[in-house]
């Protein structure tokens, strides 16, 4: 495709926010199609098991595109979440703890945000987005203890949801359930 090739920096931005619209649609209208057919319960099972894979398969594209070693820490993590699909349409910010933890928050959610427009309740997005962030961190570093302080179908007050990322310095815990 050399008409990409020619495309001057701003139309790239642009059609990179595009592709990640898209996506985001897609995995929207994924889940209704599901939900529709075997009910929400299902839908979300059948989502938990998607964003197994996917977070790994993303993670591991990330770390080879921009050289994150594999075993980085908190700070590959930070550097990672920066560059996934989503951060080009949800505002989101991290800061550090002073007890070394980071803190992920979801600052502006565009499925939460387009659903609180249209009226309808927040999506009870938590068990999913506990396997999403568990695989994504485990992917970069499986010393990474994931926990969600706060996700939808809890009050999530200032942001959308919350996540907190600590490091273990010992193997104990490896696998396991999503946010261990």
């Given amino acids: 495709m050399s008409d990409l090739d020619d495309l001057p920096r701003e139309e790239l931005l ?15 209208a994924w889940f209704l199609a599901a939900e ?3 009910g929400m319960e299902t839908a979300i099972e059948l ?3 998607s964003w197994e894979r996917f977070s790994v398969s993303e993670a591991k594209r990330i770390m080879r595109a921009f050289d994150i070693p594999e075993g980085g820490g908190l700070e590959a993590l930070e550097r990672a979440l920066r560059y996934r699909l989503y951060a080009r349409v949800n505002e989101q910010a991290a800061r550090w703890t002073e007890d070394g933890a980071l803190e992920f928050r979801m600052v502006e959610c565009r499925v ?3 659903r609180r427009r249209k009226g309808l309740p927040d999506f009870p997005c938590k068990p999913v987005g506990l396997m999403e962030y568990s695989q994504f961190a485990r992917t970069i570093d499986p010393r990474i203890r994931t926990e969600c302080l706060a996700c939808p179908p809890d009050s999530v007050g200032d942001a959308y949801c919350v996540w907190r990322f600590t490091l273990r310095e010992d193997d104990e815990g490896q696998g396991g359930e999503p946010g261990t």
Avoid: V
Avoid at 14 to 28: E, F
């Fill in 36 to 38: 529709e057919r075997f």
């Fill in 47 to 49: 989502d938990i098991r």
């Fill in 112 to 114: 939460q945000s387009t």
């Fill in 14 to 28: 642009k059609l990179l926010d595009i592709y990640a619209k898209n996506w985001l649609a897609h995995d929207g």
